[in-house]
């Protein structure tokens, strides 16, 4: 390992590292201010340091965006790839907080430890994207994983969330040993764990057996974070089980982070073997994910299973080439992240108390008895479709356009397939919503100021995405062109 | 149109002789109808395809210019059938049964006469309007190079019934007993006029009734100009096909008068008309109770012929019921519905079946979860060793 | 200033409508108020949209009117839009058919009103944008744009089988236009720009890399978007479903307008990008056509159902569409064109006239009916023109466009023309038929014989097509002055193929 002779960080070391330990801090701040504070008004009050905590990330990395390069000892690298991570990150951060402000309220838990875990769920994630040592993104891949385990189970009065959680738990941690397992190969094959030492290895042509092992079950590991196909199987019931803001954080920032990772170690580490096994890791998601869907009733299950489908619409990237497929990945991550983080608070909003209402009969005629709320959900729907003016259609055209730029014509058109028999199920949800009797029985309340700012960025960021998607794609694109150097 | 289009027909004999077996056929046989009809207005209608029949026949054999003459002088005596059946019609407030009419010729006596105008012209009867264009068909019909003897002998056995006929109505019409309900004699059942009685229609339908008889009477006296009028059209494309004689033929005949043949010809139409005439005045006027027993010892023959051959029938048996039965079972309901649409909802329902296989995969086991993602991980690692060794 | 206004009119004519729905949303929920205001925006655009064929070039070949702005830069992907003789008029079309739409429906909607006109007005801006667009990319845009507000008219205001008809017209031209996108990408990955004129100019000059492997799968994948959209047999059976259960106004712009996005698709993107291909796969694609003419009139007249039997006459009228446009002859394609808009006149009105005793007898089964002429003598009148012009009759539209594919077709093959000119004779048996047992007769029904005849709003909206379809049909050059050059343009590289080829 190449360090430098000093061992003391520098100040460069620390603004490289700002928004984390800016997290850091409001968290902790968090979990110190809770036992201290009257019951009753902690919730609020909490709520709101955290929400100027993800705020203040927010700050730090556009203010850390002016100092790129590397810093702990070539552990951390800053660069318009991590900026734009740590953005993305801190944002969903923010709109799970505010979503989740009246959802304590109306769920009646009482814990601070809720804001604080995000808060540090958001450290994990935001260093996993800025981490070019693969031992550091193991132990922030860690912060992530454990963070959200335990925000899992936080409905600790319904069975379902406790199972969620130790489900998640046990797997995850089964996953993220294969994971390390493979970085040992990978550092026995290369000599070293740093990435771009291993990039500089793996490309010189001499590529030993054991790299090979090590990228195959580090993918094992990372597969199953972002609930890609065969790694799945825990997603439905982890998503059904978590508390519904909850899911809307765990499907969108880590997942962002972890393909983060994985953009990292398939394009800048250029690891070996890639492309065929990408190929059908990502058909088999987007089959699997697709099927799964079509005859869901629960609204939870739906969006898990139409989550693991765009996990395979999204490694369709991976296995494209580095310059249109970097900036492509990165584009869909963020649309993605626009669009489920806010059905999912939507699905917050409207299940209630102790989560009654998830099924997709309760949202019949949802269309007449609060337009505001479903013309939302069909956005973010028409966006999971697809559809011209929302960020998801250009997500996936860019997907596609990388892939046919690289000649991956089967693995377009069987993308192409799914992208319309995917149409089906969501277009059920809107059926039900706009083409059904309303159910009296269930309640509509208003949406309060907290969920409204919320909704209000997630639906203003999935239709910037559509129809003004080039600056976002041009950012991206930097990224590409500083690793294909 | 066919006689617009008379170019391309004298190029086509062929054709030319289907046209006129055609019009034949057709003269002959909607006359046959029309005897046995009751209401008079069907009568008039199996009338007017009868004489259709003759102008097609006309045309068939390239008499074209005769053929549009007769256009011209049915025109006149056929829309005064009509607009004075009409009145008829309208005068016993509404009734179209001829079974039901008689001994009107008193009370309506200018639709009386009028339509006698009208009958003795489609009759044939000289001087009227009808003798000359039909006449003029009968000897194009035997003379023409394109014509033969059948077609006329035809022609004139039609004539003979149309007479009858014709002469059948115009006695059931007008003469003897008024057989309608006594109603009509005196209270006057029409709805849209109160008054009572049989009447004589008023002068705004009578006005035309006379302007049409005076035609029928006088408009066929210029048929010799009238050809010579239609001859720069007709004549040099007719004479250019035909074989040579017969064209020098046509030549000599334009320059003499009316010769021997004709005038025979002639007189055997008139005398066919006037037998129909003798005939009808015999089983209309003076033996009423023939026709019914004709009828009956006819039996079947006779329903035909009122049931108009059963053309209506047939068509339908025939045309209408195998296309709109097969269009129905066949096209929509065998292939629209049970196969396309059942094709997708089959697929639909396939799709839903795999999803449900899918969906049971999720067991809520927590180590075959474990399972699954060892497989996986499996899988993966062979993969990568299989491509790193080779 | 002219010019000014000429490079922007068809940005006003396709987003005026759009606008004018964004409007809506923040209206109170007045419904009167709401009505005249799409009204009023419904005439505006139709106003607005005269100036293209009045300012029209006849002599100037090519796209006109022509505006193009880079929307985004990576991928490169332009504001693109012109019209030629051909999309100008169907422009014109979309804007004539709409203001009617929105009289027709002034009654018979009453609950969610806005929403109603709301996704009117979005539906008209999708559909125009799809016949000016120019970039392929802008194009396939307008093209899924009308997916939705067309599914929820259907889904939402439509009748017993509404879901089912709305998913299934949904998933069927969703699944088909796929397949377009893919050939779409592929394009764009081998030339780098998603503009028609500079991908067609590449494609004849041969610049395209790999293209004679890839060409049939490009013209499959944009001719089976199309085809589910005409409708072609076998891909027709999601039309009658979404018709029957659709709203009035949804059928009228439904068979009006979308039908004609998928035979413009097939002459401007089959046609003038895969020349070659059109020509080849010309037969098979010929005879569904007649096939379409055929079955679809036959069933027609088995239909019970009213709408159903409008439907499929749609399937048979477009069934002509087809066979015109794969003559590449002149008249074939210039009658093709002439039958479009014709059929959107008469089938439109059609519509409308279904609407309007439904709105009366809430039923569309012709055994309902019967002797109708007696209590709504207007009403009668008018079905009888527009059954007129639907049929072929000369003088009204229909015979034109009628006439002039089967010359086209005659001059492809003869059998073509011959088996197609018997379509005329089907229309006129099931129209007619059609005609005789609703209106003609005895009033069968005690509940028909009080029937209130059209009001002076039914009027307002049948007027207009009944004249257009007599004009049309007296005076076509009126259209063909304009549309006779762009097909010329169209078939240019036709005539340089067959020039190429020997024999066929």
């Not at chain 1, 559509?466 to 930097?478: N, S």
């Not at chain 2, 066929?220 to 033929?249: D, I």
């Not at chain 3, 009403?379 to 089967?406: H, K, M, Q």
């Amino acid at each position: 390992m190449n360090h430098a002779a000093q061992v003391i960080p520098q100040a460069a070391d620390y603004i490289r590292l700002l928004p984390e330990i800016v997290l850091s801090i409001f968290g902790m701040v968090i979990m110190l201010l809770d036992p201290l504070m009257d019951e009753r008004r902690s919730q609020r009050i909490l709520g709101a340091v955290a929400l100027a905590g993800s705020l203040a990330a927010l700050a730090a990395t556009l203010f850390q965006a002016q100092y790129p390069g590397l810093g702990f000892w070539n552990m951390i690298q800053v660069d318009a790839f991590s900026v734009f991570f740590h953005f993305l990150v801190a944002a969903v951060a923010a709109v799970v907080i505010l979503t989740s402000y009246e959802y304590m309220e109306v769920q009646e838990i009482r814990a601070g430890e809720y804001y604080g875990l995000i808060l540090f769920g958001a450290v994990g994630m935001s260093l996993m994207s800025s981490a070019v040592e693969l031992v550091l993104i193991f132990i922030a891949l860690e912060i992530s994983s454990i963070s959200t385990y335990v925000l899992a189970g936080f409905r600790r009065r319904a069975a379902i969330s406790s199972e969620a959680s130790v489900k998640y738990f046990l797997l995850g941690s089964f996953a993220t040993a294969f994971f390390l397992y493979g970085v040992a190969l990978m550092f026995g094959a290369t000599g070293s764990t740093s990435i771009k030492d291993i990039g500089n290895v793996l490309r010189s042509g001499q590529i030993p057996a054991l790299a090979y092992v090590g990228v195959a079950l580090m993918f094992v590991g990372l597969g199953f974070k972002v609930a890609a196909a065969p790694f799945h199987i825990w997603t439905p019931d982890v998503y059904e089980g978590a508390p519904s803001p909850v899911v809307g954080f765990m499907s969108t920032a880590p997942k962002a982070a972890v393909f983060a990772v994985l953009l990292r170690l398939m394009f800048e580490a250029n690891a070996p073997g890639r492309i065929w096994l990408i190929w059908v890791v990502a058909a088999l998601s987007m089959t699997i994910g697709n099927l799964g869907a079509l005859v869901q009733d629960n609204v939870k299950r739906l969006l898990a299973y139409s989550s693991i489908a765009h996990a395979g619409y999204l490694l369709i990237a991976f296995a494209a080439l580095p310059n249109n497929g970097i900036p492509a990945a990165m584009f869909y991550t963020a649309a993605y992240a626009a669009m489920n983080v806010g059905a999912f608070a939507v699905v917050s909003h409207f299940a209630s108390a102790g989560e009654r209402y998830v099924t997709l009969e309760d949202y019949s005629g949802l269309g007449s008895r609060s337009p505001l709320l479903a013309a939302i959900l069909t956005i973010f729907l028409l966006s999971l479709i697809g559809i011209p003016i929302t960020g998801g259609f250009f997500a996936k055209f860019y997907v596609f356009s990388a892939a046919l730029q690289a000649n991956l014509v089967g693995l377009v058109i069987i993308g192409v397939i799914n992208s319309a028999v995917a149409a089906y199920y969501y277009l059920r949800v809107i059926v039900v919503i706009y083409m059904r009797e309303p159910r009296e029985d269930v309640p509509v309340s208003p949406i309060p100021a907290g969920l409204g700012v919320a909704l209000a960025i997630s639906v203003v960021a999935t239709i910037y995405l559509g129809v003004l998607p080039g600056r976002v794609l041009e950012y991206a694109g930097k990224t590409a062109a500083e690793w294909t150097r | 149109m066919v006689a617009r289009s008379h170019v391309i027909f004298d190029r086509a004999p062929s054709a030319l002789m289907v046209v006129a077996i055609i019009g034949t056929l057709t003269a002959l046989f909607a006359a046959t109808i029309g005897i046995a009809q009751t209401d008079i207005k069907k009568v008039l209608a199996y009338s007017t395809i009868s004489q259709l029949g003759y102008m097609f026949l006309a045309c068939g054999v390239a008499a074209y210019s005769a053929g549009i003459f007769h256009l011209m002088t049915h025109a006149f005596f056929k829309g005064l059938l009509f607009l004075a059946a009409g009145s008829v019609i309208h005068s016993i407030g509404g009734e179209q049964d001829m079974r039901k009419m008689g001994g009107l010729r008193t009370k309506i006596p200018w639709t009386f006469w009028t339509m006698t105008a009208a009958t003795f012209a489609i009759a044939g009867i000289p001087p009227l309007a009808g003798f000359f264009s039909k006449d003029e068909i009968l000897w194009q019909a035997y003379s023409s190079p394109y014509g033969s003897w059948v077609y006329w002998l035809i022609g004139v056995t039609t004539a003979f019934i149309t007479s009858f006929y014709m002469f059948r109505l115009w006695f059931l019409t007008f003469f003897g007993e008024y057989r309608g309900e006594q109603e009509h004699a005196h209270a006057g059942v029409s709805a849209s006029h109160g008054h009572g009685g049989i009447h004589e229609s008023p002068k705004v339908m009578l006005v035309p009734l006379v302007i049409l008889a005076v035609l029928s009477v006088v408009g066929g006296w210029p048929h010799h100009r009238f050809e010579n009028f239609l001859s720069p059209v007709f004549h040099a494309g007719v004479t250019a096909y035909m074989p040579a004689e017969a064209a020098k033929a046509i030549a000599q005949g334009e320059q003499q008068t009316a010769g021997g043949p004709e005038t025979l010809l002639m007189g055997i139409s008139v005398a066919a008309a006037l037998a129909g005439l003798f005939l009808a005045w015999l089983l209309y006027h003076r033996r009423p109770q023939l026709p019914q027993e004709i009828a009956q010892a006819l039996g079947g023959f006779y329903q035909t012929v009122l049931n108009k051959y059963y053309v209506d029938e047939l068509y339908a048996v025939l045309f209408v019921k195998p296309v709109v039965d097969g269009s129905a079972k066949l096209l929509w309901h065998g292939i629209d519905q049970n196969l396309i649409d059942a094709t997708l909802d089959n697929s639909a329902d396939g799709a839903r079946e795999v999803s449900d296989t899918v969906r049971h995969m999720q067991s809520g086991n927590l180590r075959s979860y474990a399972g699954w993602v060892a497989a996986g991980a499996a899988g993966v690692i062979a993969y990568m060793v299989w491509i790193g060794v080779r | 200033m002219n010019s000014t206004l000429d490079s922007w009119i068809l940005t006003l004519v396709t987003f005026i409508p759009l606008a004018g729905g964004i409007l809506l949303i923040m209206f109170p929920r007045r419904d009167r108020d709401i009505r005249l205001f799409a009204l009023v925006v419904s005439l505006l655009d139709f106003v607005l949209s005269l100036h293209l064929p009045t300012h029209f070039q006849h002599a100037q070949a090519g796209f006109q009117y022509e505006v193009n702005r880079l929307w985004i830069a990576n991928p490169n992907i332009h504001y693109h839009m012109g019209a030629d003789g051909i999309s100008m008029w169907l422009v014109v079309l979309t804007t004539f058919l709409t203001p009617l739409c929105v009289l027709i429906s002034w009654k018979s909607i009453h609950e969610r009103v806005k929403e109603f006109f709301i996704l009117l007005l979005i539906l008209e801006t999708a559909l125009i944008g799809v016949f000016i667009s120019l970039d392929l990319f802008l194009f396939y845009f307008f093209w899924e744009a009308t997916l939705i507000p067309m599914a929820l008219l259907i889904g939402i205001y439509g009748h017993g089988r509404r879901v089912y008809a709305a998913i299934k017209f949904f998933l069927y031209t969703m699944i088909a236009s796929m397949f377009m996108l893919a050939a779409i990408l592929w394009l764009y990955a081998k030339t780098g720009t998603f503009d028609f004129t500079a991908i067609q100019t590449a494609i004849s000059s041969g610049q395209v890399e790999n293209f004679a492997a890839a060409a049939p799968w490009l013209f499959l994948g944009f001719f089976v978007a199309f085809a589910v959209k005409v409708p072609l047999f076998p891909f027709h059976t999601w039309l009658p479903d979404a018709h029957v259960e659709a709203p009035t106004a949804g059928s009228v712009l439904l068979a009006g307008v979308l039908l004609k996005m998928g035979t413009y698709g097939m002459l401007r993107f089959n046609l003038g990008l895969f020349p070659e291909q059109s020509r080849s796969n010309a037969p098979w694609i010929m005879v569904l056509g007649l096939i379409g003419i055929i079955y679809g009139a036959l069933v027609a007249m088995v239909q019970p159902n009213m709408k159903k039997l409008i439907a499929y006459s749609s399937i048979s009228h477009l069934g002509f569409v087809v066979l015109g446009i794969f003559s590449f002859t002149p008249l074939g394609l210039d009658g093709a064109t002439f039958v479009m808009l014709a059929h959107g006149v008469s089938t439109g009105a059609l519509f409308m006239l279904a609407g309007i005793i439904y709105e009366r007898r809430h039923t569309y089964e012709i055994s309902d009916f019967g002797g109708l002429a007696t209590p709504m003598p207007v009403y009668a009148t008018f079905f009888s023109f527009i059954v007129l012009s639907s049929v072929g009759l000369p003088l009204l539209n229909g015979f034109v466009g009628e006439f002039l594919v089967l010359s086209g077709a005659f001059r492809a093959r003869a059998i073509y023309g011959i088996l197609g000119a018997t379509g005329v004779i089907w229309s006129a048996c099931y129209l007619l038929w059609m005609y005789q047992r609703v209106f003609f007769g005895k009033v069968k029904h005690e509940v028909n014989a009080t029937l209130p005849d059209l009001s002076g709003r039914e009027q307002a909206a049948l007027w207009p097509p009944a004249v257009t379809a007599l004009v049309m049909g007296v005076v076509p050059l009126l259209w063909l002055n304009a549309i006779d050059p762009a097909v010329q343009s169209v078939l240019a590289p036709f005539t340089q193929l067959a020039s190429k080829v020997v024999g066929r």
